[in-house]
C-alpha cells in the first residue's frame, strides 16, 4: 500500500505498537536495506511534507531528521505500508552513508548488482590488486572494450542457440565486463540505475 499524502496515514495501525511503528529505510535504485529505525504518524507527516526522512528516537523521547547531525539526509521517493499495515517502507536516496557507524548500511548486504560494483570500485583503488583481471581491464581501454566486445557476441551465439545454462554465464559476463568498462569512465552502477528510473518513471 502506498502512502501519497498525510491523509492515507489513517490507514496504518498505530495503535498496535502504542503509537509507533517501525520502518525499513532502502536504497530506491540499489534495493538495498540501509537502516531500520521507528516513526510516528507525526514523523511521517513531516516526511510526506519535506520530502527527506523523519524519524522517532525511543532513547531520546524525540523526532530526529536523518542528517542534522552527519550531513547525510535520505530524501524521500516513496512511502508503504505492509499488508499488516503495522510496518512503513521508505524508498530513499541517501546523501551519505545511513548507519551511525559511518558504514554505508547498518547491514553490510548489498545486493548483487551494488556488491559487484563495489568490489570493482575497490579494485580500482587498491594498489594491491593491480595484477587482477578488474584491475588490468580498467587500466588498458582497449583491453576491455575489446572483452566487452567479445562477450556480448558470446551472448547472442548463446541466445542464438537457444542454451538457457549459457545464455545466463554470458550474460553474467556481459554485465560484469560493462560494469568495468563504466566504473572506468567514473559511472556507476547506481548512476546507471538512476536512468533506468527515470525511463521507468521514477
Known amino acids: 500500500m502506498r502512502i501519497r499524502d498525510a491523509a492515507e496515514l489513517d490507514r496504518l495501525d498505530f495503535a498496535k505498537g502504542d503509537g509507533l511503528l517501525p520502518v525499513v529505510a532502502q536504497h530506491a535504485r ?4 540501509l537502516m531500520v529505525a521507528w516513526t510516528d504518524r507525526a514523523a511521517l507527516e513531516r516526511t510526506l511534507e519535506e520530502g527527506v526522512m523523519w524519524y ?19 530524501r524521500l521517493v516513496s512511502l508503504h505500508g505492509d499488508c499488516d499495515r503495522d510496518t512503513v517502507l521508505a524508498l530513499v536516496e541517501p546523501t551519505g ?20 560494483d563495489g568490489t570493482i570500485a575497490a579494485r580500482a583503488s587498491d594498489a594491491r590488486t593491480e595484477e587482477s583481471y578488474t584491475r ?3 587500466g588498458d581501454r582497449n583491453l576491455r572494450l575489446k572483452k566487452l566486445g567479445e562477450e556480448a557476441v558470446e551472448l547472442v551465439l548463446a ?33 546507471i540505475l538512476r536512468v533506468l528510473a527515470e525511463r521507468a518513471g521514477g
Open 136 to 138: 588490468r581491464l580498467l
Open 30 to 33: 540499489t534495493g538495498e536495506v
Open 56 to 74: 522517532w528516537s525511543r532513547s531520546r523521547a524525540e523526532h530526529w531528521r536523518k542528517g542534522d547531525t552527519s550531513g547525510n539526509v535520505q
Open 97 to 116: 552513508p545511513s548507519c551511525h557507524t559511518g558504514a554505508w548500511s547498518c547491514f553490510d548486504a548489498p545486493p548483487t548488482l551494488a556488491a559487484l
Open 159 to 191: 541466445l542464438a542457440d537457444g542454451d538457457r545454462e549459457r545464455t545466463a554465464a554470458e550474460a553474467a559476463d556481459v554485465l560484469y565486463h560493462v560494469l568495468v568498462a563504466c566504473r572506468a569512465e567514473g559511472v556507476a552502477a547506481d548512476d
